[in-house]
Nanobody, 125 residues
Framework: QVQLVESGGGLVQAGGSLRLSCAAS????????MGWYRQAPGKERELVAV???????SYADSVKGRFRISRDNATTTVTLQMNSLKSEDTAVYSCFAEDGVTVQVMCIGTGDHYWGQGTQVTVSS
């Protein structure tokens, strides 16, 4: 079981920046990956960024070069730094974590995902 607490979000002008954070805690096992989805009204949910337990990082093409995801291992917190925001970035952003099991020194994802409550990001133009 993974618990997620999100913070951040809000209203920002186009070209501005916001920082989202997500703190994860777990009872057992490990967290294989954390990241952020976003969903705008009338749009499909989009995977924005992912960071794995091995620090592999992936970004959606739409945010490459503008967003940066990082992880604080000590606090099990992931941060999404969003720069050069555009109106099309407006969406509800939700943190997720993939549960995992420890195999040797690796954390292998189980396919079970846990979600934060979501936070609204609105970019005005």
């Amino acid at each position: 079981q993974v618990q997620l607490v999100e913070s951040g979000g809000g209203l920002v002008q186009a070209g501005g920046s916001l920082r989202l954070s997500c703190a994860a805690s777990r009872d057992t096992g490990c967290i294989s990956a954390m990241g952020w989805y976003r969903q705008a009204p009338g749009k499909e949910r989009e995977l924005v960024a992912v960071i794995t337990s091995g620090d592999s990082i992936s970004y959606a093409d739409s945010v490459k070069g503008r967003f940066r995801i990082s992880r604080d291992n000590a606090t099990t917190t992931v941060t999404l730094q969003m720069n050069s925001l555009k109106s099309e970035d407006t969406a509800v952003y939700s943190c997720f974590a993939e549960d995992g099991v420890t195999v040797q020194v690796m954390c292998i994802g189980t396919g079970d995902h846990y979600w934060g409550q979501g936070t609204q990001v609105t970019v005005s133009s």
